[in-house]
């Protein structure tokens, strides 16, 4: 039974009800330690007000969302994919983030080579990892679904981010993401093979059947199809200890909600299920 202190919650889990501000205020008055934070929520209060807050609240920056996006049809596109993640590493830092999450893009527009979309992320992280290096900043790849495949994260499997490292070295590891690797068969092979140094999150919230929308329609931890206490049993035996980040987004449900009962919800299915 997982306890409360590995316990994070992504701030996309209550992004229509709070703000950065009111959701470390929030969690923080639940008990829970660990918080990831969305870079529009960050800008609206800037970076520096937001570190003194998490630090007032001793929060835990489990991760710093998104950098990545590497993809694009022309040269000044990639250059200011290049720019921007650079700044999202500085801001990672300057937040004390344990990581910054790589949802790495899909095709360039009207494209139909995934393979020419997957040298160009591999490409743009090697590109960005000497500042993320420079930093301090892990960088971590987190493989979508493959429904995903072309406008978000052309990077859907375990495997194909352990190659990237392997590839690419140091600095580099993965966010493991239930809702988007759960289906994998290689999956326990693969968690294995990135072992504790790689495993830079780890990612929780439930499948629905059926899932209404592709995008804002996870579920919270219990209501789906998911063996989550599975899973987080191949992340601990392959040596993960950090957080157990609570990620959902739920535009019909939990974000329609009273976000003191979501985030209560969330304590106690990381409790009961996870
Ligand atoms: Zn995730």
Redesign the pocket.
């Known amino acids: 039974m997982p306890e409360l202190k590995r316990l994070a919650i ?1 701030q996309a889990t209550t992004r229509t009800q709070w703000s950065l501000r009111q959701a470390i205020e929030g969690y923080a008055r639940h008990g829970v330690k660990g918080i990831a934070v969305w870079r529009d929520k960050l800008a609206e209060c800037g970076v520096a007000e937001a570190a003194g807050m998490l630090n007032d609240h001793a929060m835990t920056v489990t991760g710093l969302c998104r950098g990545g996006m590497f993809p694009a049809a022309d040269g000044p596109g990639i250059q200011a994919a290049l720019d921007d993640n650079r700044r999202a590493i500085d801001d990672a830092a300057a937040i004390g983030a344990q990581c910054l ?1 790589l949802v790495v893009g899909g095709l360039p527009k009207i494209s139909r080579d995934i393979a020419g979309a997957r040298a160009m992320v591999r490409d743009g992280i090697a590109a960005i990892l000497p500042h993320a290096r420079g930093a301090n900043m892990p960088l971590a790849i ?1 493989p979508l679904h493959p429904m995903y495949a072309a406008d978000r994260a052309c990077v859907n499997t375990m495997a194909q981010a352990n190659d990237l490292c392997d590839e690419l070295g140091d600095g580099l590891g993965i ?1 493991v ?1 239930v ?2 690797l759960w289906w994998d068969p290689d999956l326990e092979k693969q968690i294995a093979r990135a072992g504790k140094k790689r495993i830079l ?1 780890f ?1 929780i919230c439930d499948w629905l059947v059926p899932t209404r929308d592709m995008l804002l329609d996870r579920g919270m931890m219990g209501d789906g199809v998911i063996d989550i206490a599975r899973i987080r049993g191949w992340v601990e035996d392959a040596g993960y200890d950090g957080y157990h ?1 609570v ?1 959902i987004f739920s535009q019909e449900n939990w974000w329609k909600r009273d976000p003191d009962e979501v985030v209560g919800t969330c304590i106690e299915r990381h409790r009961t299920v996870c």
Do not use: L, Q, R, S
């Open positions: 992504n999450v987190e966010a993401d809702y988007h999150g990612h980040e990620e």
